[in-house]
């Protein structure tokens, strides 16, 4: 099993839909995390209902810094993506056998619109993009793959439809 840490600044949002979605496409392939530089301290309660809605168990998510997977006791990610354009730009810290990195880069749903539906939908769309790449991801023998051409794919994955400009630059 690989384990695979998704980022971003606050780990309240996308990071931890990505979590959710790699736990329940990759189960039995994958152990999934998700972490923030600057953690919230609290999903956003919007993510959760529409985890909730699509039949996630919520139950475990929780708002963490990326300090809890650095030390010797942590997990040994194989694989870290980050999926906001502030934590792709931030120096990471060392991970511990140096994992594959790419960039995913997702526009935050949060705070966007001010009714609930609107809030719902920008969350649908993340949960939309983030879903089609874990799909891509899954698609991949990853397990087999060498580290080069493993970035190399995930770097495509981040760069398909709706990424930001910041990950199609990454894929070049």
Request: glycine content about 10%; overall charge negative; aromatic content about 6%.
């Amino acid at each position: 099993m690989k384990n695979i840490l998704i980022l971003c600044t606050a780990n309240s949002a996308r990071s931890i839909l990505g979590e959710a979605i790699l736990a329940k496409l990759g189960e039995g392939r994958v152990n999934a995390f998700s972490a923030g530089s600057t953690p919230r301290g609290t999903p956003n309660p919007d993510g959760l209902a529409l985890l909730k809605e699509y039949g996630h168990d919520t139950g475990r998510f929780r708002s963490k810094s990326w300090s809890e997977f650095e030390g010797p006791d942590a997990p040994k990610m194989d694989i870290v993506i980050t999926v906001c354009d502030n934590a792709a730009g931030e120096t990471c810290p060392f991970w511990p056998g140096a994992p594959v990195q790419a960039h995913w880069g997702i526009p935050d749903p949060a705070g966007k619109g001010d009714a609930p539906e609107e809030r719902r939908a920008a969350f649908a769309e993340t949960y939309r993009l983030l879903e089609a790449r874990i799909r891509a991801l899954m698609t991949l023998p990853f397990e087999e793959m060498n580290p080069k051409d493993l970035k190399t794919a995930l770097n495509t994955i981040g760069a398909m439809e709706g990424a930001t400009d910041l990950a199609a630059s990454y894929a070049s």
